[in-house]
Each structure stands twice: as structure tokens, then as C-alpha cells.
T-cell receptor, first 117, second 115 residues
Framework: DAGVTQSPTHLIKTRGQHVTLRCSPI?????VSWYQQVLGQGPQFIFQ???????GRGNFPDRFSARQFPNYSSELNVNALLLGDSALYLC????????????????FGDGTRLSIL | AQKVTQAQTEISVVEKEDVTLDCVYE???????LFWYKQPPSGELVFLIR??????QNEISGRYSWNFQKSTSSFNFTITASQVVDSAVYFC????????????FGKGTKLSVKP
């Protein structure tokens, strides 16, 4: 079975531009989360979606937005890119059976490495 | 506040040595979940184990073992007879019960196993 897939693998943008990152969850997983991992740090939570609704949001500015589609895939959008947005963006999916089912492990994709020049 | 601390930034061992990675967590919740993930150079986070706050039983899986102690808020990870393929960054993570799903990660411990 395919794991979590993310595209693109690498991306180079300049300051002020906009970027869209994509994620396909493991088949049967309805919950998708996004994390930002800056070099040398642990991942930081950005968003979580379950059944196409936003269920959680981390401490990130409004330049970051996301959505989940009927097939449970997801997009992360970042506007007005800053140098500090350079990071590995990780998508994770989990087999979640209710709105508050927090004990399911999240399975991560390989990430999108975003570089801002 | 919720927090995960991995005090060891980098560890280097020689193959076949045993190594323990430390993890200390902080949370006010009585129900929470602890996780360990492995991140090889390719970048993907690989799930290793989940432990519930109400289950302090230690677990062994092959060369891996985990020691969960609520009294010291620790969830340590031991690799026995380390191998070169164990070289990676290891993350400990916390999720509170009822949380909408976000994991709180430590800063990670980079393990280098030399032949």
C-alpha cells in the first residue's frame, strides 16, 4: 500500500511569492496534518484537517492556509513568502475514527523541501 | 504548558554498543500519548511506538525497548547492539488526550553509529 505522498519534493521560490504544497494520505485515512520543520529542529504543527474541516491550527500567521478535498487529499498554501519560511514541510495522515480520537499514530510523508531565495 | 525535552543533541557510538535516548515531557493532562519517530537522512518520519499515559508497561521490539516512567515524566528509548542502519535523528513527541491531533516534538537526538 502506498504511504503518504507529497509533491513536489523540492521547491525554490523567491520572497513575496506564493506556494502550494500537496499531500495524499494513506488510503482510508481521513485526517491530515501539516508540520513545518526548520533545519535542526523538531517539526512544528501548522494545521490539522479531519473530514474536510479544520480541526486544529498551530501558531502560524494568516499567510498559511490549507484545505482538504473530498478524497481527503490536502493542500497547504503559503502567501507572501519570507526567508524564514525555508523549511521541510511534512504532511501526516492518521486513521481517525472520531473528532477527538488522538491516540492514533500519524504517518508522515517524505516532505517538501522549500527554499526561499 | 506542554513540552518535550531531548537533552542529548548528538550521540555517537560504535556498532554493537547499546545506546539510550532520553525524553522528558511536561503536560497538565492526565490522559496523553507519547511517541517515538525516526528520521533518516531522506527526511521521512518513521513511526516507532505509541504509549498511552495509563499504560506504564515497558515494551520491547527486537533490539528496541522503551522505558516509560510517569513518576519522572520520562519515556526513554534504548537500542541494543546498535547497527549502522540505526543512524538517524530520533524524535520524541507528545499528544494530549482530546487534542485535535497535533504532536509536540522535542528537538531530536542525532544518533551516529560507526562501524
Amino acid at each position: 500500500d502506498a504511504g503518504v505522498t507529497q509533491s513536489p519534493t523540492h521547491l525554490i521560490k523567491t520572497r513575496g511569492q506564493h506556494v502550494t504544497l500537496r499531500c495524499s494520505p494513506i488510503s482510508g485515512h481521513k485526517s491530515v496534518s501539516w508540520y513545518q520543520q526548520v533545519l535542526g529542529q523538531g517539526p512544528q504543527f501548522i494545521f490539522q484537517y479531519y473530514e474536510k474541516e479544520e480541526r486544529g491550527r498551530g501558531n502560524f500567521p494568516d499567510r498559511f492556509s490549507a484545505r482538504q478535498f473530498p478524497n481527503y487529499s490536502s493542500e497547504l498554501n503559503v502567501n507572501a513568502l519570507l526567508l524564514g519560511d525555508s523549511a521541510l514541510y511534512l504532511c501526516a495522515s492518521s486513521l481517525r475514527t472520531s473528532s477527538y480520537d488522538s491516540n492514533q499514530p500519524q504517518h508522515f510523508g517524505d516532505g517538501t523541501r522549500l527554499s526561499i531565495l | 504548558a506542554q513540552k518535550v525535552t531531548q537533552a542529548q543533541t548528538e550521540i555517537s557510538v560504535v556498532e554493537k554498543e547499546d545506546v539510550t535516548l532520553d525524553c522528558v515531557y511536561e503536560t497538565r493532562d492526565t490522559t496523553y500519548y507519547l511517541f517515538w519517530y525516526k528520521q533518516p537522512p531522506s527526511g521521512e518520519l518513521v513511526f516507532l511506538i505509541r504509549r498511552n499515559s495509563f499504560d506504564e508497561q515497558n515494551e520491547i521490539s527486537g533490539r528496541y525497548s522503551w522505558n516509560f516512567q510517569k513518576s519522572t515524566s520520562s519515556f526513554n528509548f534504548t537500542i541494543t547492539a546498535s547497527q549502522v542502519v540505526d543512524s538517524a535523528v530520533y524524535f520524541c513527541a507528545l499528544r494530549n488526550g482530546g487534542s485535535q491531533g497535533n504532536l509536540i516534538f522535542g528537538k531530536g537526538t542525532k544518533l551516529s553509529v560507526k562501524p
